[in-house]
């Protein structure tokens, strides 16, 4: 959850301001300045640390060559996100974006918390670790300015009063369960992660407006298995498709999702603190650190 990448203007279908909007109440995406408010609005929200929440739900899927697809786990999360504000002497006003996230696998047929997977090509059953990321924070900070000079733009389409983003992130990197020598003999972490953003133009250009109280997304991932699945070299891959939405308060989440962080994720219910310079946390990491724990426990 969870995100950041900017691409060129794009108005197509832009409608006219809605009416009793003057000019001056509306962002002028034009305005290297307005177009970052716009962007941060997307992201969390303009007042600094005011926490947003991002809720949700769908399926992951197995893709085995010669096999029907499978569904593996049905999902439940949510990302928990303020935003510090910057100022940077060439580059302008800025901000940042520090969260945490969570993740739960849910019985695909009775949407029970998993403790326990049975997995269905070696029938070893074997313990659920859950998507427990903190911190999931922003990079690189964005500001008015990048790094090369060239003014920030907001990379959406305009069309019948909705406001549609977005942006793919592909994912190469070495594998943190993976030894010495992953330049010989592989073991890279290979995934694409695709996001859309959804909103409404006359919250997303009013001047006046903080934050999208009705914004909403999907997201997509291509992955290899689940590092906590033991599924070694065979072959296959992972789809997951989820859709979310923005809700207002802690006690919005919907269950099971909510008693769940409230009982055993506590400090998920709130964002790290705007000043976190923590490395980002991942789910390899969190699978190698159960894994070391439960050898200790043998």
Known sequence: MKKLLFGALLLGGMSAMPPGVQAQDRLDLNVPEDALEVQRKFICSRAEGDT??????GKMYSRVEGERDRILFNLVGVNVRQCKNLDHPER?????SVSREVMLYLD??????????????TGETLNVVHVANDPVNMRNPIHVYRE?????TF???FKNGRVFSSFNVPLFYKNPLGGDYQDYIGG?????????????????LDRNNMKLSRLSFSWTRVADWLPWMKMGDRIGIM??????ARVNTVEDIPEPLLSEMKANYPKFLTPPPLD?????????????AAIDAERENK
């Open 276 to 288: 976190d310079d923590r490395p980002n946390e991942t789910s390899w990491v969190l699978t190698k």
């Open 188 to 204: 890279t972490y290979h995934a694409m992660e695709m996001f859309n953003d959804y909103a409404y133009e006359e919250e997303v």
């Open 148 to 152: 090369d000079g060239t003014p920030i």
């Open 155 to 157: 990379n959406g389409m």
């Open 108 to 121: 695909p047929d009775t949407n029970e918390v998993l403790k326990t997977w049975e997995n269905p090509w």
């Open 239 to 244: 789809f997951t498709s989820v859709v979310g």
């Open 92 to 96: 302008g006003r800025g901000f940042r």
């Open 52 to 57: 947003t929440y991002g809720y949700f739900q």
